[in-house]
């Protein structure tokens, strides 16, 4: 079974910049969430998705961060404009039901904002 | 918002030793998991726990949910180098259905 797939691998922008990043869940799984890793920090969530509907966007800053999952499969997270603490890891997760019990992660996009 | 206390912040061991760490909230949870991360790569998951009490056990490692459903240890026997790594827990609160992460145990093995 091919796991949760995100692309790019790493990211290399200046401030200001937009950037966009794609998540392809489990088969199968209704529950699609993205969390941002600080370095040294553990993952924190941005927005959850059950379907094609938000779940859970409390933490996500909304002026300038935007994700959308239109047909309840694939997803993508955008930043405009990016700004230097931006730099993290973001990863995408997926889960069967929408209880979070297993998430399985993906390898993440690294970006780093100069 | 809600946090999780994860504790040691860093191990440094020798091959063979047994391990423990631990992650404690101020709120209650009803799922608690643990996961590992390797550099350049997304967390793994290693064990879940369902409910207060429970052992469960994933070869060499254990972990149990505490009592309280506000605390929940791993523990790692026989340590070996490939268990370097970062070892996360994570936690699902009774008012939501994402998982709250503690900020990680950094575990180094040497041979």
């Known amino acids: 079974e091919a796991g949760v797939a995100q692309s790019p691998r790493y990211k290399i922008i200046e401030k200001r910049q937009s950037v966009a990043f794609w998540c392809n869940p489990i088969?199968?799984?209704?529950?699609l969430y993205w969390y941002q890793q600080i370095l040294g920090q553990g993952p924190k969530l941005l927005i959850q998705f059950q379907n094609n509907g938000v779940v859970d966007d409390s933490q996500l800053p909304k002026d300038r961060f935007s994700a959308e999952r239109l047909k309840g499969v694939d997803s993508t997270l955008k930043i405009q404009p990016a700004k230097l603490e931006d730099s993290a890891v973001y990863l995408c997760?997926?889960?069967f039901g929408q209880g979070g019990e297993k998430l399985f992660f993906g390898s993440g996009t690294q970006l780093s904002v100069l | 918002g809600q946090q999780l206390n994860q504790s040691p912040q860093s191990m440094f061991i020798q091959e063979g030793e047994d391990v423990s760490m631990n992650c404690t909230s101020s709120?209650?949870?009803?799922?608690w998991l643990w996961y590992k991360q390797d550099p350049g790569e997304g967390p793994v998951l290693l064990i879940a726990?369902?409910?207060?009490?429970e052992l469960t056990s994933n070869g060499r490692l254990t972990a149990q949910f505490g009592i309280t459903r506000k605390d929940s240890f791993l523990n790692i026997s026989a340590s070996i180098p490939s268990d370097v790594g970062i070892y996360f827990c994570a936690g699902r609160p009774f008012t939501g259905t994402a998982l709250i992460f503690g900020k990680g145990t950094t575990l180094s093995v040497s041979s």
């Open positions: 088969s199968g799984h209704a529950t």
């Open positions: 997760a997926s889960s």
């Open positions: 709120s209650i949870f009803n799922t």
């Open positions: 726990l369902y409910k207060a009490g």
